[in-house]
């Protein structure tokens, strides 16, 4: 599956005032400016548009009505072939001046479309983002975008370098014994996993590994070249077999505020 891990540095033209977990405001402009800026047909709905096959906008933020879902039982809806990666300051104000940058990953053909996110980030930063401050929301510009730590649009030239070639993510048929006998994850952004339709506090590691298994499946069938060959029971039976220490409290204890 074709991989792009992309890193946004914006610059802030106005004081700014933002919330501590700055991902869901981060994304929700980034829906309204991509709209904005690739939807030729400003007053239809996805859902009735003739261009939605091959919509930018649509084919993120509206996936289930231009992908088909994926042919596997643990997979409920087609996933988004993006993650957006937020800030991960938790702080709120800034000054004008200062930087941000962002992560944006994207899996599949979807990469082709990159000229777009740029051009959506360009158009965020003319809509402001964060709260109001005398009136009017922070303004910032896109100063430049890397991948691999090469720097493939800066807004000194406004020229996109598209990388090539992209990265790859793949399985391999084979066993491989030279994992450490410990392992340390760390939440660094809000992380709601469901169970029966109930959100459980004591994240478990079998819980966990499903959600991992679920996901890669997902988009390994929606934009790569299908599910990965695997014993799934065997490894989640495995998951039951790790002990585990107790979750300290999660970063961005504030989030929710």
């Given at each position: 599956?074709e991989f792009?891990?992309?890193?946004?540095?914006?610059?802030?033209?106005?004081?700014?005032?933002?919330?501590?977990?700055?991902?869901?405001?981060?994304?929700?402009?980034?829906?309204?400016?991509?709209?904005?800026?690739?939807?030729?047909?400003?007053?239809?709905e996805?859902?009735?548009?003739?261009?939605?096959?091959?919509?930018?906008?649509?084919?993120?933020f509206?996936?289930?009505?231009?992908?088909?879902?994926?042919?596997?039982?643990?997979?409920?809806?087609?996933?988004?072939?993006m993650?957006?990666?937020?800030?991960?300051?938790?702080?709120?104000?800034?000054?004008?001046?200062?930087?941000l940058?962002?992560?944006?990953?994207l899996?599949?053909?979807?990469?082709?479309?990159?000229?777009?996110?740029?051009?959506?980030?360009?158009?965020?930063?003319?809509?402001g983002?964060?709260?109001?401050?005398?009136?009017?929301?922070?303004?910032?510009?896109?100063?430049?975008?890397?991948?691999?730590?090469?720097?493939?649009?800066?807004?000194?030239?406004?020229?996109?370098?598209?990388?090539q070639p992209?990265?790859?993510?793949?399985s391999?048929?084979?066993?491989?014994?030279?994992?450490?006998?410990?392992?340390?994850?760390?939440?660094?952004?809000?992380?709601?996993?469901?169970?029966?339709?109930?959100g459980?506090?004591?994240?478990?590691?079998?819980?966990?590994?499903?959600?991992?298994?679920?996901?890669?499946?997902?988009?390994l069938?929606?934009?790569?070249q299908?599910?990965?060959?695997?014993?799934?029971?065997?490894?989640?039976?495995?998951?039951?077999?790790?002990?585990h220490a107790?979750?300290?409290?999660?970063?961005?204890?504030?989030?929710?505020?």
């Amino acid at each position: 599956m074709e991989f792009g891990n992309y890193r946004f540095l914006i610059k802030l033209t106005d004081d700014a005032f933002l919330p501590y977990y700055k991902g869901s405001t981060f994304r929700g402009l980034l829906g309204h400016a991509m709209r904005s800026v690739v939807c030729p047909l400003k007053r239809n709905e996805c859902s009735s548009c003739i261009l939605c096959s091959t919509c930018t906008y649509a084919l993120v933020f509206e996936t289930g009505l231009v992908l088909a879902l994926p042919h596997t039982p643990r997979v409920s809806a087609p996933p988004h072939p993006m993650v957006l990666e937020p800030p991960l300051t938790e702080k709120r104000e800034f000054k004008k001046g200062e930087t941000l940058e962002c992560g944006l990953l994207l899996f599949g053909k979807i990469n082709k479309n990159l000229p777009c996110f740029i051009h959506a980030f360009g158009e965020m930063g003319r809509i402001g983002i964060g709260k109001k401050i005398g009136g009017k929301r922070a303004g910032f510009v896109l100063e430049r975008v890397s991948s691999s730590n090469e720097v493939i649009f800066s807004k000194d030239n406004g020229v996109v370098s598209m990388p090539q070639p992209l990265d790859l993510i793949f399985s391999l048929d084979r066993q491989d014994n030279s994992f450490s006998d410990c392992l340390k994850i760390q939440m660094v952004t809000p992380l709601r996993i469901l169970k029966g339709n109930a959100g459980k506090a004591d994240l478990s590691f079998p819980l966990l590994l499903r959600s991992m298994i679920r996901r890669t499946t997902s988009l390994l069938n929606a934009y790569g070249q299908g599910e990965p060959r695997g014993d799934y029971a065997l490894l989640v039976k495995k998951a039951e077999e790790v002990n585990h220490a107790e979750l300290r409290s999660p970063p961005f204890k504030n989030a929710l505020r």
